[in-house]
């Protein structure tokens, strides 16, 4: 509790404080005629250069992680990197006209950029991104293309009328309102998810949102030859600078963006793991094992075996890239269930297995609250169905199960058959091959069961490694 007052007290010391000295800054005697336009232009350049290479940078490790917000973080910072840019270049057309256009480039920008953090803010099961994790390749593109056909369009017109209804005291008023709202729901439901997993870019994601409400509340306060414009761009340099400190301290420690370059269809299951092993996920890795002292390297494990079954499936790389970074977290749900339960030597009455079947859709609702992709949350959910339809939590059968969720079952199944627990020893190699091998069909898809058996073939001397060390490379977790 004291913990969480710390933060939200700090957050709103971080977004109050600048409006402060905005306002004392408004009644010293050099507020005015202070921006020169030949200097400031370089001040928009450079601030809208840092948005760009930000949301580049944010866009690649996007792509790699296989998240969500950060690609919307990344076209919220594209959105305000473009209309600055067009901003800058509208300086030199100054006039009565064009200084009125100064601020609707920068109200754009806001506006543009609360709307993508707002989708930030979404579950990545919305039915609205659903549709945009569909199409987001696209997303950057047409994002960019359409920014430069508005952008050119206020450039080359001038109408008054227009500039009546857009730069009236109602509809600055109207649009102020409605960013406010949206960068307050996204703070509220980033805070929410941070105080959760205190995943470090969460926490990153409402300050840099919440100093957008504040550089809008000055921007609608200001004129373009007040002191308020430097107020609002170290505003916005403030909110991209948080966000890139987080991403490079967080990111800085594996080869993600090398990678992403390097990377090969078939890698190494273990680099592909230290990719995906951010500070973040390792930190739900810790907290899963921590409350099962038996699945100890449980989780790092699975996802070896999955990857291994997948690559001799031939899936996808984006297949391979979900089981990477779902199978480290597919039993994060645990965290909720109550120790004396999930350690319990005897058998579990039925309210206990009851508890313990939660888990997938604990771990599930966890999940997409934080940004995982669609394929990462069927492991999550899913890693429990049977092929005959007896599984929990959906009931799912056949080929209903998703693809990525049936290879990591083997996986999970094989490696807790070879792994001592509370109320039984570690069965041999020979002994979970022929469990696995007799529930083909009934609870695995007969596919992935004559995969396996070629895999554990091909690579025996591998497998019983495995099995003889249960030890993982050292730093997997931590």
């Known amino acids: 509790m004291r913990s969480r007052r710390l933060v939200l007290l700090q957050l709103g010391l971080a977004m109050i404080i600048p409006i402060i000295i905005y306002y004392w800054l408004q009644q010293l005697p050099f507020n005015h005629d202070t921006i020169k336009h030949s200097s400031f232009i370089y001040m928009i350049g450079m601030v809208a250069l840092l948005a760009i290479i930000i949301s580049v940078v944010i866009g690649v490790v996007a ?88 952008g050119l369009v206020i450039w080359i017109a001038e109408s008054n009328e227009g500039n009546v209804i857009l730069f009236h005291d109602h509809t600055i008023r109207l649009t102020t309102l409605i960013i406010l709202l949206l960068n307050t729901w996204t703070v509220y439901r980033h805070l929410i998810t941070y105080m959760a997993s205190r995943f470090s870019i969460q926490l990153a994601i409402v300050y840099s949102t919440g100093w957008l409400n504040t550089a809008q509340v000055v921007l609608a306060t200001t004129s373009p030859n007040g002191i308020g414009w430097w107020v609002h761009h170290i505003l916005l340099f403030l909110s991209m600078m948080v966000l890139m400190i987080v991403i490079v301290n967080e990111y800085s420690n594996n080869e993600s963006l090398k990678d992403l370059v390097k990377q090969l269809y078939r890698a190494d299951p273990d680099r592909w793991i230290q990719t995906y092993m951010t500070q973040s996920v390792s930190e739900l890795v810790k907290k899963t094992e921590a409350k099962d002292a038996y699945t100890a390297g449980h989780n790092y494990r699975v996802t070896v075996y999955a990857l291994k079954l997948g690559e001799e499936m031939g899936l996808s790389s984006s297949q391979l890239k979900s089981i990477a970074q779902g199978g480290l977290v597919h039993d994060v749900g645990k965290i909720f269930i109550p120790d004396y339960v999930l350690n319990k030597p005897g058998k579990l009455t039925d309210d206990e297995r009851r508890l313990i079947e939660k888990h997938p859709l604990d771990g599930y609702n966890m999940c997409r609250q934080i940004g995982f992709m669609i394929e990462e949350l069927a492991i999550i959910r899913s ?79 591998f497998f019983e490694q495995m099995l003889s060390s249960h030890s993982k490379p050292s730093g997997a977790t931590s």
């Open 383 to 461: 890693h429990h169905e049977k092929w005959n339809g007896t599984g929990y939590p959906d009931k799912l059968s056949g080929e209903s199960i998703p693809l990525v969720a049936r290879v990591t079952a083997i996986a999970d199944v094989f490696d807790a058959l070879t792994s001592s627990r509370s109320y039984r020893r570690a069965m041999s190699l020979e002994k979970a091959m022929s469990i696995i091998n007799e529930e083909s069909g009934e609870h695995f898809d007969p596919r992935c069961v004559e995969a396996w058996k070629k895999l554990i073939d091909e690579e025996k001397d």
């Open 63 to 150: 792509h790699q992680i296989r998240n969500i917000k950060v690609l919307f973080v990344s076209l919220a910072y594209a959105s305000i990197g473009g209309m600055l840019i067009l901003h800058g270049l509208s300086i030199p057309r100054l006039g009565a006209v064009s200084e009125q256009h100064f601020y609707l480039y920068a109200q754009l920008a806001l506006v543009l950029s609360s709307c993508w953090l707002w989708l930030s803010s979404l579950s990545a099961d919305h039915m609205l991104v659903r549709y945009l994790i569909k199409h987001r390749k696209k997303l950057m593109p047409i994002s960019c293309a359409a920014m430069v056909v508005v």
